[in-house]
């Protein structure tokens, strides 16, 4: 489940707060209730023996368990985490929500830079900071464009620039202020990276039937499939044609760009078949480290080029 409130309708923003009177990250983590400390304690067996090579991360206002982890991995308080992030703010960047998801084990802030328009279309750019406690490692940040005309995030994996990288934990300021300098310098680097591969797939021309069989390949059917298999696939090229013949898309229809904003569209709005208790947190770790059918997809239109 996510934790919080929301009324956006993106889905990287479900479950969250806005933030954006924080002059802060710890009054961002503050205003969302996010501003926990972390505990580990041993792991006890049923006889009631240390379990050694085993210690709990635990939330210190509740008790709720947030991982089991070796006493190798050291905790990172989402405030010592998040500080770095205080060098940003301003100059037209501020924070905008703040949220978690998977039962509190992952904890995120994420900031708006500058818009920009590309073809036409107005971005909204965001960074995104996530601090976790089940031993999946340091801060992570993720630099994401979303197009304002239907919410749509348009994460590309893009060879020439970093999407998503870590940033060292530690206490010291000037190391902060690196640290955000950092961020700055390579989301600056994406997005000058991304708006050449928008204007480069707007340029992919595509018949009616090609992107039919686009569609067709992205979503194949197989003779060794179940009926069931089968009807989800057919249910899947139905979804994305829609979203592809939506309104907002009909300066690029006929494009690769068109295509890849369907695809965008359907894997970020579009509710699963089967909706299970960890989709949304799931569908946030590929918000921030990229959708694989996204990136699957765009490599299918390239290669139409």
């Known amino acids: 489940m996510m934790h919080g409130f929301s009324n956006e309708k993106s889905p990287w923003n479900r479950g969250c707060t806005i933030v954006q009177e924080a002059l802060t990250s710890a009054e961002a983590l503050r205003k969302s209730g996010l501003d926990f400390d972390v505990l580990q304690e041993p792991v006890y067996d049923g006889s009631g023996k240390v379990v050694k090579g085993y210690v709990l991360n635990r ?3 509740d008790g709720h368990i947030l991982g089991m982890v070796t006493p190798r991995y050291k905790v990172v308080q989402n405030t010592d985490a998040f500080a770095f992030t205080d060098g940003l703010i301003g100059e037209g960047i501020r924070y905008e929500n703040a949220g978690s ?5 992952i904890v ?3 900031a708006k830079l500058q818009p920009r328009t590309i073809m036409g279309d107005k971005y909204n750019n965001f ?3 996530k601090n976790s406690f089940d031993g999946r490692g340091a801060v992570k940040v993720c630099i994401t464009p979303v197009r304002i005309a239907c919410d749509n995030m348009l994460n590309l994996a893009v060879k020439r620039a970093v ?3 870590s940033i060292r934990h530690t206490g010291d300021i000037a190391e902060k202020i690196a640290e955000a300098d950092k961020c700055l310098e390579l989301s600056q680097k994406y997005l000058t990276a991304v708006n050449y591969e928008y204007v480069k797939l707007a340029r992919i021309r595509l018949t009616a039937e090609k992107v039919n069989q686009l569609w067709e390949s992205l979503f194949p059917i197989h003779e060794d499939m179940t009926d069931r298999e089968k009807g989800n696939m057919v249910h899947q090229r ?3 044609r829609d979203c592809y013949n939506a309104d907002d898309l009909q300066n690029f229809r006929g494009t690769g760009f068109g295509v890849v904003n369907a695809v965008s ?3 970020n709005h579009s509710e699963p078949l089967r909706l299970t208790s960890g989709y949304w947190g799931n569908l946030f770790d590929k918000v921030t480290n ?3 059918l996204l990136d699957r997809v765009t490599e299918m239109v390239y290669a139409e080029a």
């Open 59 to 61: 939330k210190s206002d």
């Open 101 to 105: 998801s998977d039962g509190f084990r």
């Open 108 to 110: 995120w802030l994420q």
């Open 127 to 129: 960074l995104f900071f």
């Open 163 to 165: 999407r998503t990288f």
């Open 238 to 240: 139905e979804v994305v």
């Open 265 to 267: 569209d359907m894997v």
């Open 290 to 292: 990229g959708h694989p």
